[in-house]
């Protein structure tokens, strides 16, 4: 090896790249004992039968090329002093992380039982993979991990998330090629051109070309050199290539490729911080290095090295195999681990110099347990931004709306803290938060033209044709102890069920780890919903998302129908300040019928569910009919359908329940939030009708309502799936969800009205075709349904 | 304009130019009056606020660039006697494709009453997005679609999937520079490594850069030509660039661009149908036009024409602002309608002569309505893949291994057909399906090295680890009369969850329109799933994709759950059979005990759901206790719990009911599977206690069988969030539906059996305390519970 200049001007000798070799085998040497052994970590004796974990579970392949980066990572983190976190794409590779933050101490200081010595070598590998231990991902268990990448496809977004607002930070995310198949990961290139480089942070991503996925090459792996640099040039990186399988050469010429890629890093920022703003080009690493890279070359005549085979635990059976135990028992010795460890079964002290000290060590940076950095919001009263009512039902000019104030002046009381973002998929305007572009704008370093609106090099919006993208990014803004929302149309939200799957279930486990802090709420505003997808048609209606959520914990999931616009300020402020939680907003964004003033809508919206007395007339006593409604639109209709009702059936007794914490239906048993049986009763009744017109499919209320004493008088209706072009009162028709089809639904379960309900049923029929003739013969609703006033 | 020399020698002379670009105003003019009018459609009288419909919805922006595209194609297809379809990645820009689609001829064989007159203009245009009319998308009811676009990022997998296959077929995809940002788009691009030059198609992409989505900027329009030259030349394609506003230049340089890449396309086949297997370098079209070209520049002082404000409607207001009426007329006017329509209402005989006839229309090939080219498949006799059993119990070697035999003959059987191909993100394997690569290979145009294993450059199976790459070609092979398969991890097919529902509405909306042909179903293999990834850990644990596919309408979806590898046989038959369905499948990869001989599995998986009688000791009589089960693992754990209390509770009548088709537990008023009350309540009485072990979320049981008698007395367990890396029978304990919880469960609601039920709660508590020790001491389940066999 030759000495590098670096920099700054000092050296990279001879003797320290080979300690880091030695380092490096160190964490190599880790990875196989967490996959294979259970006692006798340091081979003091003959590996034994006895010593090897009867069932061995684990990803070996992506392992190597790990270590290596991270002792790269390592050497720079500490000569520069560098503020530095480590993303796993390749999150299976859990041996990895786990053995560098055990070689660097961090993981004896967050599990104090894992000693630095052989006793806490012997338990670390057993508890790998292991009923009771840890996973063998990047998971939140391992100390520095904020991303486990048992999904894959979302690192660099994550990462992106993580350097907004973070000027000082590098994020150093290593792609791996499989990941890099996927469609979230093959746009998130494309991040580059929304990251300030003034302001945020640097992503450094370390494509890892280690050639296989399970079975498969990759793509990237398998098309010529030239194909990639052009990829990655068009992307608008600059790539460097680490190319090679020499453990020596690769060495050199990593350590080499750091220090370009770092002293570029650090011009970028100069010239931003000199006021230049041009977008820059960031470089990047291309590591092709070996699949399962110093492990076994061939097992029972296959190639395992350099192939898929590498993927997971590559010598099979070397309990009842005497052939696989003398291939791992050589492939242990490999390393020397004689040589790297000191008697006690201490990493040696040269090699523990090598790590970076304190919070600089990548297992211990605060940002990668972000509830120790978290700063509460300064929030704003949201009360100043409610409508004052003159009368029930006026028209409001879009909840969302509304509520853009509020949120716009979330956006500017934390605007120097710079800790609260606002991310989505070209929608913002759509979704009418038009309000915070009064404050600030879409940040954005494409190209512009003076045409352009709202666009400028830093803003607290980001907005990409992504729902991927723009979950990502929030997470990753979230996990590294930041606030957020995130706005998108309701139906395209299960683009990302998949990705909220994996952030409730981060949210669920580090729940259960001490150490781990609590992090601002996951925050999803979905206007533009399924009821006024009118002018979209069919292919924009789907309010299935909040089927998906309640599936996951009940600690974790929130879900909120606010039926007006004080009502969503309400639960948008409760949202704003929670903890660790998935919170799904649901409201309309077009002018609609306004129902609680803000003190009423308080109320409301503290208990989540509740009789509106203004609406019922059971007053002191038993309703013989419950109309209940979730959901702006439901409640509409609701409304109209029990004054219909009220006019016509004076004596009739009904009362009106609105819901807008959807939890409260559960079982208290269930969630935390949930009624008990007496209070679910008391507001439901035991035995009368409960006509329940639902935002969503009708059968997510019969779900969390099944335990309840009146559940068999429930009649819901909902989305049935039923819709395309056309008005938005005809939307409800289509579902039979409207006034006209409530009121049908009510008096079928009214046996006591008799000929009344005989006389309105033929009217509330006739009324269904007058709409119908005149939305058919006119393309709009008739203007009594449209400009409807409740008036009872 | 310049005469053009074609790459056949012959000429494109100006004068024909010029009729282009005169056929594309009349189809611009066609979209402003689809947007607009109702009455007076070609101006024969001067512009009345009565001729202009009152609620005005469409999309222009990506419209006018379509329509030039659209009539460059139709010169090529003439010129060439090319196969080709369209596939509009924006298909927002409906008008577009309605528009050409008329104006060819098409458009009034399917819809007879839109007659090619004045009088058909008329209704055509008042029709669109109007109540009871058409959607503004490329929608099912347009002739020439197979996708919609209403949800971006698909255009480019649907089209490969339609180029498999189908070796003379070009499928020219517009991609929208909006839907370029997503993440599916982004990684589709590399589709190319897994086309063969000589048995598939040709996919001809035209990345049509018009500059905004709908408030903003998009990325790839603001970056630099180079860096977008470099992009595509990396995702290994060749790009053209037809970039301009002026359209005398701009149809001159598209018609010599389209001439070049057409020769190029020709080349490449005459290659590869020459022996050259080499990966080409496909080329493709980057047009960048302005938004909104040849609409209105300026209204209300605000940029329209190139800019984000053309997205829409750009005259808002033609009714009550005088101003926009005019600007609306002159815009109307620019088209010279008069020009281009007889006195009937035609188009001109000159024009039309421009459009390809018969089934080289874009809107009549068949392809587009690919039940018209749908043949079935070639289906082996899956009865003599099934497993004979020596005994109720015996271990399998996994019901996917022996599925795949049946499914390696599919293959076999097709090869020749070239119409059923296999899909899946790198799992083909890890699912078990092995035995397919005795006949195929994966189909992999990337570089090779002799350590691969099956690739080759041609094959039945495509794997790329792109679960959204897998589900949109599968479902572009679908759309264009071709049979498949998705085989996935469980937890992953969330990532399609939004494919999921656009396709499900597809054919909801498909099974609607008569002229419409019925499709292959869309078949979704689900193995390794929840209870078996106990190696993996949570993250690769969620079985909610089937709680996600209920909510969509009954007509389309069906679930199936096969307990052994013989009944998934009979499923997967049926499955591949099938029509106009999603079917969900999920089964096992590991080896698990088999329960059915074939005989009974094929009755057994015709019915449905029945009464195990082999495992039940209430024949003849009333059950005291029904122990229910769906999935494999609940079936093995309910029959384990069964034995239990068979053993100690001799007197006890337990009947075992298995569900293989979970929509028979639907009231058969909301699902054609579903059963009738009667039918029901013989299986499960009105009133016996019901433990019900389930394989996904315990909810979604309550929430099919609400309305049934005996729903209060069903207890159901599944999988409740709770999951680790841990041993297979530890993921039962941990969600309580191992074989002890659920005597335990069934105890509780056994009240006659008093002090036995004590001695048998305590027995059970301590065997679980036992396994758990045995677990976390040995890190495997303890052989008893491991080697389990039926034996009552």
């Not at 020397?336 to 000290?357: C, I, S, V, Y």
């Not at 109309?627 to 009362?655: F, H, W, Y």
Request: charged share 25%.
């Amino acid at each position: 090896m030759d000495t590098i200049k670096t920099w700054d001007g000092s050296d990279i000798t001879p003797e320290l790249l080979q300690k880091m070799d030695a380092y490096w085998r160190a964490a190599n040497y880790m990875a196989v004992g967490q996959i294979y052994l259970k006692d006798n970590p340091l081979l003091r004796k003959p590996l034994s039968k006895d010593d090897i974990k009867s069932l061995r579970l684990g990803h070996w392949g992506t392992t190597p090329g790990q270590n290596f980066i991270y002792v790269h990572l390592n050497r720079v983190i500490k000569k520069y002093d560098l503020d530095m976190v480590y993303v796993s794409g390749p999150g299976h590779g859990g041996p990895a992380l786990v053995g560098n933050t055990y070689l660097e101490g961090t993981y004896s200081e967050t599990y104090p039982e894992i000693t630095q010595d052989e006793s806490g070598l012997k338990k670390l590998f057993k508890r790998f993979s292991f009923p009771g231990g840890i996973p063998s991902h990047v998971s939140p268990e391992c100390p520095g991990s904020f991303h486990e990448g048992g999904e894959l496809g979302y690192s660099l977004s994550h990462s992106f998330g993580a350097a907004f607002d973070n000027p000082d930070l590098i994020v150093a995310c290593v792609v791996g090629d499989g990941e890099a198949e996927t469609g979230p990961l093959a746009t998130a290139w494309h991040s580059n051109k929304f990251l300030n480089p003034k302001n945020d942070g640097v992503v450094l991503p370390i494509l890892h070309l280690n050639g296989y996925k399970i079975a498969n090459p990759t793509v990237l792996a398998r098309i010529s050199h030239e194909e990639v640099e052009n990829l990655f040039l068009g992307y608008g990186w600059k790539p460097y290539f680490v190319e090679g399988n020499e453990p020596t050469i690769m060495h050199q010429k990593m350590a080499e490729t750091m220090e370009i890629v770092l002293a570029e890093i650090k011009a970028i920022k100069q010239k931003a911080a000199d006021g230049d703003t041009t977008r820059p080009i960031w470089p990047m690493i291309v590591l092709r290095s070996p699949k399962g890279w110093t492990g076994p070359k061939f097992v029972d005549g296959l190639p395992i090295e350099n192939s898929f085979h590498a993927h997971q635990v590559p010598i099979a059976d070397p309990i009842g195999n005497p052939e696989h135990f003398v291939l791992l028992e050589n492939w242990l010795k490999s390393y020397h681990p004689e040589e790297l460890f000191d008697e006690k079964g201490t990493l040696n002290q040269d090699l523990q110099d090598l790590a970076p000290t304190g919070t600089r060590r990548m297992g211990s940076n605060p940002h990668t347990n972000g509830g120790l950095l978290l700063k509460d919001l300064f929030m704003p009263d949201f009360k100043e931004y409610g409508l004052q009512l003159s009368h029930r039902g006026q028209t409001g000019p879009g909840d969302t709306l509304v509520t853009g104030t509020f949120v716009r002046d979330v956006v500017k009381e934390n605007m120097e803290k710079r800790n609260f973002r606002i991310f989505g998929p070209d929608e913002t305007l759509s979704n009418k938060l038009n309000a915070v572009f009064e404050v600030t704008n879409r940040q954005w370093e494409g190209d512009t033209l003076n045409t352009d609106e709202f666009l400028a090099k830093e803003g607290r919006v980001i907005e990409m044709l992504s729902e991927h993208q723009c979950e990502g990014w929030l997470e990753g803004y979230l996990l590294t102890g930041r606030h957020g929302l995130f706005n998108c149309y309701e139906a395209f939200i299960h683009i990302i069920d998949s990705m909220f799957n994996q952030h409730a279930k981060w949210l669920k486990v580090t729940n259960e780890l001490p150490w781990r802090r609590k992090l601002a709420s996951l925050n999803i505003l979905l206007a533009s919903h399924v009821w006024r997808q009118d002018h979209n048609g069919f292919t924009h209606q789907d309010p299935g998302f909040i089927d998906h959520v309640v599936n996951k914990k009940a600690s974790i999931v929130r879900v909120y129908l606010p039926p007006d616009a004080n009502c969503l300020l309400s639960v948008m402020d409760h949202c704003l300040r929670s903890k660790h939680y998935v919170n799904v907003m649901v409201a309309g964004k077009h002018p609609s019928p306004q129902w609680l003033n803000m003190d009423e809508a308080i109320l409301h919206c503290t208990k989540g569910i509740g009789i509106w007395d203004w609406a019922s007339n059971d007053q002191g006593g038993t309703p013989d009919l419950v109309m209940a409604c979730a959901g702006d639109v439901p409640t509409l209709e609701t409304l109209a359908a029990v004054s219909i009702l009220r006019k016509n059936c004076p004596d009739l007794k009904i009362r009106v329940v609105n819901v807008v914490d959807l939890m409260k239906l559960q079982p208290h048993t269930e969630h935390p939030h949930g009624l008990t049986d007496a209070d679910f009763d008391a507001l439901f009744t035991k035995d009368k009708p409960v006509i329940f017109a639902f935002h969503a499919y009708p059968w997510l209320i019969h779900r969390m309502t099944y335990k309840r004493a009146n559940h068999n008088n429930f009649h819901v209706r909902g989305y049935k799936e039923e819709g395309t072009i056309t008005t938005a009162f005809d939307m409800t028709v289509l579902n039979e969800m409207d006034r006209f089809h409530l009121v049908l639904d009510a008096l079928d379960r009214l046996p006591m009205l008799e000929q009344t309900a005989d006389y309105l049923k033929q009217e509330m029929k006739d009324q269904l075709i007058l709409h119908k003739n005149y939305i058919d013969e006119n393309g709009i609703d008739m203007p009594d349904i449209k400009d409807w006033k409740w008036d009872v």
